[in-house]
């Protein structure tokens, strides 16, 4: 079974412009997370597709948002790009029943704003 | 809102030593989860315990679920290699989504040959 496939796997990007990135979770799983990664805030939770719905929101601003298509694969876009936003941003897929099921997690986008 | 923390943040052993990670959350967990993320990797997952009082082990690596829900660590016997990386504890919130995990800062583990 194929994994969790993120692309592209680096961006550089300027202040000010935006950016979409994207994921394709593995066959069947219909839950698609997506989390921020950096050395000086660790792993922070963006938000949670299901079934083409946002079903759950971190603490970032409005100029992080997402969606989900109909066969799961999910984009994420950042507007606006501060400095501040550069990090690892990774996917990661579940079944997303109602059971705690695990987080398989894709290579991530290392995003660099200059 | 919830916080999970980890002590130690790093970690140096020789090969052959043990090695213990700590995990604190600020509220009581349904569940927690560990993952191990390896240099310029991303994040994989270990394990997940449930029940109060938990303890599993997959070969060297022994996890255990504190009491009360609220703490885990976990063990690693004779240290290879291998184990370099960073682990780190996630747990879910009380109310909501499961995959909307708090996870702890991470012990990154370093094995000296």
């Known amino acids: 079974k194929a994994g969790v496939t993120q692309t592209p796997r680096y961006l550089i990007k300027t202040r000010g412009q935006q950016v979409t990135l994207s994921c394709s979770p593995i066959?069947?799983?219909?839950?698609v997370s997506w989390y921020q990664q950096t050395p000086g805030q660790g792993l922070q939770f963006l938000f949670e597709y299901f079934s083409e719905t946002q079903r759950n929101k971190g603490n970032f601003p409005g100029r992080f948002s997402g969606r989900q298509f109909s066969n799961s694969r999910s984009e994420m876009n950042v507007s606006t790009l501060e400095l501040g936003d550069s990090a690892l941003y990774l996917c990661a897929s579940s079944s997303g029943g109602l059971t705690n099921s695990p987080l398989h997690f894709g290579n991530g986008t290392r995003l660099t704003v200059t | 809102g919830q916080q999970v923390m980890q002590i130690p943040q790093y970690q140096h052993v020789q090969e052959g030593e043990d090695f213990t990670t700590y995990c604190n959350s600020s509220t009581t967990l349904s569940n927690i989860q560990w993952y191990k993320q390896r240099p310029g990797g991303h994040p994989v997952f270990l394990i997940q315990l449930v029940k109060s009082g938990e303890v599993k082990k997959q070969k060297r690596l022994t996890f255990q679920f504190g009491e009360a829900k609220k703490n885990s660590s976990l063990h690693i016997t004779a240290t290879q290699t291998t184990d370099v990386g960073t682990y780190f504890c996630?747990?879910?919130?009380?109310?909501?989504?499961?995959?909307?995990?708090?996870f702890g800062s991470g012990t990154q583990l370093t094995v000296l040959p």
């Open positions: 996630a747990g879910p919130p009380p109310s909501g989504s499961a995959r909307q995990l708090t």
């Open positions: 066959s069947g799983h219909r839950s």
